[in-house]
């Protein structure tokens, strides 16, 4: 078990071009979420997965972004035509269905900077 | 939605000085989590604790559920410690089936030696 995996952990990126974003779950796990976090404030919910099927989504992921687990396993999340609102660290998360009580689990993160 | 309130927003303590925060939540709550972001932004898991009391070292967490809120105790800090301290409580919506974590704005501690 090494935990979750994000990648990059820092993407620069032009103001109107497209990001992916990776994320590895913990191998058991079968809920994934997607968090973004500003400068000074807490983690706000973006999207959450159980395996594949996409449940939830924020009102904060407009139509700019979308994320992916199609296998079930990794996800992705992508951002088209970034703005420089959108700079901020993205973090991943994963937990397991059982037992229903078990903590969340973050990766490290991806930093975006959208010049 | 749940609304989780955090104090103090800044803490400034001596090495080896003891502290305790508090995180206050607007609504029953499946689950209640302690969190610290280092300087590198990561966010550490300290408690799983929805409700009652653990320890784990320096460390210890107590939720009142029926009171809604936690307080979060360190003692003899050291400055390692250093960072931002989040609560993060989870609701089961109705039907929802989801179980995101809403999260306070943090206690940002600095321990200076």
């Known amino acids: 078990d090494t935990g979750v995996s994000q990648d990059p952990r820092h993407k620069i990126t032009k103001r109107g071009q497209n990001v992916t974003f990776r994320c590895d779950p913990i191998?058991?796990?079968?809920?994934l979420y997607w968090y973004r976090q500003t400068l000074g404030q807490g983690p706000e919910f973006l999207t959450y997965?159980?395996?594949?099927?996409?449940?939830?989504k924020s009102r904060l992921l407009s139509d700019r972004f979308s994320a992916e687990r199609p296998k079930g396993s990794f996800s992705t999340l992508e951002i088209q035509r970034t703005e420089q609102g959108d700079s901020a660290m993205y973090l991943c998360a994963s937990k397991a269905e059982t037992p229903y009580n078990s903590p969340l689990h973050f990766g490290n993160g991806t930093r975006l900077t959208v010049t | 939605g749940i609304q989780v309130e955090q104090s103090p927003p800044d803490l400034i303590l001596q090495e080896g000085a003891n502290s305790t925060l508090r995180c206050n939540f607007s609504d029953s709550v499946n689950n209640l989590q302690w969190f610290h972001q280092n300087p590198w932004g990561q966010l550490i898991n300290l408690f799983y604790i929805p409700s009652g009391t653990k320890q784990n070292g320096r460390l210890s967490a107590t939720t009142v559920a029926t009171e809604r809120y936690s307080l979060l105790y360190i003692s003899s800090s050291q400055t390692t410690d250093s960072g931002v301290y989040f609560c993060?409580?989870?609701?089961?919506?109705?039907?929802?089936?989801?179980?995101?974590?809403?999260f306070g704005k943090g206690t940002k501690l600095s321990v200076i030696p």
């Open positions: 191998s058991e796990h079968n809920r």
């Open positions: 997965f159980q395996n594949e099927a996409q449940l939830e």
């Open positions: 993060a409580v989870e609701i089961r919506y109705s039907g929802a089936g989801s179980y995101q974590l809403t």
